[in-house]
């Protein structure tokens, strides 16, 4: 069963943004889910599923993949056992299906939310 839920992608033209939203199923404790770095991961058509950003349990350390720096924003509320993704100045580039996850330690993947750029 799918321990994460993702949510908000959509149909944007390029340059514009989206923010996508990561909620934790019931079945992960609060405080279970503060102890571990979380990520966002995309699929792109024709291709293998790639790390976007990662985020560490207290939300003060991050890294991105090289082809988002600078337009994308990674963050997390342990409060409400959910993770975000800031989009910005979307392109065709970054079409695909978003997932997200624990960084490396990965368990049941979700549905993903689809993102697709285009004019």
């Known amino acids: 069963q799918a321990q994460f839920v993702e949510s908000g992608g959509g149909l944007v033209q390029p340059g514009g943004s989206l923010r996508l939203s990561c909620a934790a199923s019931?079945?992960?404790?609060?405080?279970?889910?503060?102890?571990?770095?979380m990520a966002w991961y995309r699929q792109a058509p024709g291709k293998e599923r790639e790390l976007v950003a990662v985020i560490s349990w207290n939300g003060e350390a991050t890294n991105y993949t090289g082809a988002v720096l600078g337009r994308f924003t990674i963050s997390r509320d342990n409060a409400e056992t959910t993770v975000y993704l800031q989009m910005n100045s979307l392109q065709p580039e970054d079409t695909a299906i978003y997932y997200c996850n624990k960084d490396r330690n990965f368990v049941a993947w979700g549905q993903g939310t689809p993102v697709t750029v285009s004019s």
């Open positions: 019931r079945s992960i404790i609060r405080s279970i889910f503060s102890s571990y770095p």
